[in-house]
């Protein structure tokens, strides 16, 4: 063997062993995102969530590569019930998950402020006023969620996306049900969605709930949790995430 290809093999070696050492350095990180609806999910691989993995996929680069999944809600409670999740949650809040003080998982700071809209077909306008301003109505929710508060009131339907939800009240099938402001506003903007009569449903003027939208982990990644914090802390002044968050009409 010549000596250029004693060079050239060398220099082959050390370049795999590199990127051998490189492909181990990033942790693969399944981001998990329970919303099959807009903005969170927008055509098939689209929307917020796609969004927001490509944004933490590119500020950890070198560290971790994370994979979208979309997973119904109920799936991923059952998950969460299991003996371990190795996962990132995106976009839910802490009472969402059972876990209002924040004791059983590692939470990021908020990546943004949302509302629990009631919203009622016009020609039975429901002003929300607490749970028994509910009572005797037929209510609507997404399989697997979880409604504070509304827990006992019977639910007349469970669908696995909030449209279907809102189709049914403009039919009058249901009276009520009760969603995020970021999913209702995106559908009133989607000119296809207008033959449902979604711009005339009322919207209470009180809201269900106001929350923050988070990102968490299990304890057993701490590191993990420290990396997205780090992340996160720098979000609202990134002009990458001010337009992300634009283009779906959120304000930070």
């Keep these: 063997m010549s000596r250029r290809q004693l060079i050239a093999s060398a220099l082959f070696v050390a370049g795999a062993a590199f990127a051998c050492h490189a492909a181990q350095a990033q942790k693969a990180v399944t981001a998990y995102n329970t919303y099959q609806s807009v903005p969170f999910q927008v055509g098939g691989e689209g929307g917020l969530a796609a969004d927001l993995v490509d944004y933490l996929n590119a500020k950890l680069a070198g560290k971790y590569v994370f994979k979208l999944e979309v997973l ?62 509910l009572r005797g109505l037929r209510f609507g929710g997404v399989t697997g969620n979880r409604y504070a508060g509304l827990e006992a009131l019977p639910r007349s339907a469970d669908t696995s996306a909030e449209l279907s939800n809102l189709k049914n009240v403009a039919s009058g099938t249901i009276d009520v049900t009760l969603l995020p402001e970021s999913i209702f506003r995106y559908y009133l903007k989607t000119s296809s969605n207008a033959r449902f009569g979604l711009d005339k449903l009322h919207v209470s003027g009180k809201y269900h709930a106001s929350f923050t939208r988070h990102m968490f982990v299990s304890k057993e990644q701490p590191e993990l949790a420290k990396e997205l914090d780090a992340v996160v802390a720098k979000m609202p002044a990134d002009p990458a995430w001010k337009d992300i968050a634009a283009r779906y009409g959120w304000k930070l």
């Design 72 to 133: 119904p809600r109920d799936q991923f409670n059952q998950m969460l019930a299991g003996p371990r999740f190795d996962g990132v949650s995106l976009f839910l809040a802490p009472p969402f998950v059972g876990d209002a003080e924040k004791k059983k998982f590692l939470w990021s700071a908020p990546l943004m402020t949302d509302n629990n809209l009631i919203v009622s077909n016009p020609a039975r306008k429901v002003e929300y006023d607490g749970p028994d301003s």
